[in-house]
């Protein structure tokens, strides 16, 4: 699943920025089931 890698790569560019902070929190809204549908 590819969903965490995403994720990772987004923090760590948003990090870089000085975006992140001790007190952010991520949210997630998915429309599909990830282990439903194959990896493309």
Request: charged share 20%; glycine share 4%.
């Given at each position: 699943m ?16 000085g ?14 089931d ?7």
């Amino acid at each position: 699943m590819r969903v965490g890698t995403a994720y990772a790569q987004a923090y760590m560019a948003m990090q870089t920025q000085g975006l992140m902070r001790a007190d952010t929190r991520w949210i997630a809204v998915y429309y599909d089931d990830p282990y439903a549908l194959p990896e493309a």
